[in-house]
């Protein structure tokens, strides 16, 4: 009968016998157990080992085996409360960041988001560039701290006008160059202009910054440049952060004539723009970046591949001048050294490819579709709404709610409903002017899949708009 089933008979009833016994009792010796349960000595010393080893009992040698004492009781959770006091009030409010970044439930149609929809991606030709790039000689060396001269040299030509890769840092995505950008240019407790409404990641960065942010009104051009030059004047500010192409979440585009009044404003204040050029792929027609039109080092600019590629390939750069362009490579520096060369070399080898173009587009034609099946389904279903304007790209589009809706109930009934859509609320620096939500086009699996998440919006908004009455 030695073997592992009477074993594990065997310490079963001796569990029982410690768990009647009680802790600190002696229990029967192994000669007594033999007797009474017909086993060999080898079967009871195993049995006992394993209890043993579950903490249950322990061996004396010489006086037998003992039921273990119970461990101690947990220990009573830390008092932390000590680090408010230290940490102080400089709060990182990550909420809105995370809930753009959040994923759809199975079921629920997801009109928000920021980046392509997976079907959309090149995950194929990004795979096959990622594995050309880590053949590549040196492709796990440290890169140059600034980054690969070749991604640099790209980055500068995107940019336009006489940028050169010489004023180009690479980091790690947007939202870092964002960081990077408005930690080296302004002081913490110092004001940063924004547009209004604005990316909430960028009014997050600006608040963990210890920036003080302040609204700037826009209309359907983008940012006013006489309300820009006022919002100078009357606050000292010497940064202006702006998204000129395909405005997130409007989708409002700088004319030409308003970015060089834009640049002229910043020049005469002798302030910064920190130009975040997001959205440079996500039209086929972008105008000149204001970096292309700029000759005195006014603006900061950051283009990235990550909205048209990959959520993932976090590549990105900083295109600066001057002593700003040391304060920003220094940043970079102290804070990550540098972006992991493989990821340089990928976007380098998919963006010298022809997938690239293939690539651009295939996006381009999905958006023009999307969009105006987006917009078409809106003006149907919801005739109260109003689409703020209709842009030449992007992914999003901008709607203005009846004054009587309450924004957040309507987000909140839209979930129940089945439907992801963004509060507006988290777009505003200061309070927001009425109800606005953000719609997104390109994180719906197909058109019909639109076409339900506007109808589930629909009754939703209507669902609200009876409980209000």
């Given at each position: 009968m030695d073997n592992d089933s009477s074993i594990a008979q065997i310490a079963a009833i001796l569990r029982e016998e410690a768990d009647r016994l009680g802790p600190g009792a002696r229990l029967p010796s192994s000669r007594e157990i033999v007797r009474?349960?017909?086993?060999?000595?080898v079967t009871v010393s195993r049995a006992i080992g394993q209890l043993a080893a579950e903490g249950r009992v322990v061996t004396?040698?010489?006086?037998?085996?003992?039921?273990?004492?119970?461990?101690?009781?947990?220990?009573?959770?830390?008092?932390?409360s000590w680090q408010t006091v230290a940490l102080g009030d400089r709060v990182v409010d990550e909420g809105p960041v995370a809930a753009l970044l959040g994923t759809a439930a199975e079921g629920v149609v997801p009109l928000t988001g920021g980046y392509l929809r997976p079907g959309l991606r090149p995950d194929k030709q990004l795979a096959a560039a990622a594995a050309r790039a880590v053949r590549?000689?040196?492709?796990?060396?440290?890169?140059?701290?600034?980054?690969?001269?070749?991604l640099r040299r790209w980055f500068a030509v995107q940019a336009g006008g006489d940028v050169t890769a010489s004023d180009a840092v690479i980091v790690s995505g947007g939202q870092a160059a964002l960081?990077?950008?408005?930690?080296?240019?302004?002081?913490?407790?110092?004001?940063?202009?924004?547009?209004?409404?604005?990316?909430?990641?960028?009014l997050a960065a600006a608040r963990a910054a210890g920036l003080r942010a302040t609204a700037v009104p826009m209309d359907h051009d983008g940012v006013r440049p006489d309300l820009?030059?006022?919002?100078?004047?009357?606050?000292g500010a010497r940064v202006f952060f702006c998204q000129p192409t395909l405005h997130n979440p409007t989708g409002a585009t700088l004319p030409v004539e308003r970015r060089e009044q834009v640049l002229q404003v910043a020049r005469a204040a002798g302030a910064f723009v920190v130009e975040d050029n997001f959205a440079r792929y996500l039209t086929e027609h972008p105008p000149p970046s204001l970096a292309s039109m700029d000759e005195h080092g006014t603006v900061v600019h950051?283009?990235?591949?990550?909205?048209?590629?990959?959520?993932?390939?976090?590549?990105?750069?900083?295109?600066?001048?001057g002593p700003a362009?040391?304060?920003?490579?220094?940043?970079?520096?102290?804070?990550?050294?540098?972006v992991a060369r493989p990821l340089q070399e990928t976007a380098l080898e998919f963006v010298g490819s022809t997938a690239w173009r293939r690539h651009l587009t295939a996006v381009h034609a999905e958006i023009r579709t999307r969009r105006d099946a987006l917009a078409a389904a809106l003006a149907a279903r919801m005739p109260r709404a109003r689409?703020?304007?209709?842009?030449?790209?992007?992914?999003?589009?901008?709607?203005?709610?009846?004054?009587?809706?309450?924004?957040?109930?309507?987000?909140?009934?839209?979930?129940?409903?089945?439907?992801?859509?963004?509060?507006?609320?988290?777009?505003?620096?200061?309070?927001?002017?009425?109800p606005r939500i953000r719609v997104t086009h390109m994180a719906a699996a197909h058109l019909a899949e639109l076409g339900e998440g506007v109808r589930r919006l629909a009754e939703a908004l209507a669902l609200t708009s009876h409980e209000a009455e």
């Open positions: 009474r349960h017909n086993v060999s000595p004396r040698p010489g006086s037998g085996a003992f039921v273990a004492q119970p461990v101690g009781r947990a220990r009573e959770a830390a008092d932390l590549r000689p040196d492709a796990w060396a440290v890169p140059p701290l600034t980054g690969l001269p070749e960081t990077h950008a408005f930690r080296a240019l302004a002081a913490p407790g110092t004001p940063l202009l924004v547009e209004t409404p604005t990316y909430p990641g960028a820009l030059a006022e919002a100078f004047a009357v606050t950051i283009g990235s591949l990550t909205k048209i590629l990959s959520p993932s390939l976090r590549v990105a750069a900083v295109i600066a001048r362009a040391h304060r920003l490579r220094a940043s970079q520096l102290v804070e990550s050294f540098f689409t703020y304007l209709l842009p030449i790209g992007g992914m999003h589009l901008w709607v203005h709610l009846p004054a009587d809706v309450d924004e957040t109930a309507l987000v909140e009934a839209a979930r129940r409903n089945g439907v992801l859509v963004s509060p507006g609320r988290m777009y505003y620096p200061s309070e927001p002017p009425g």
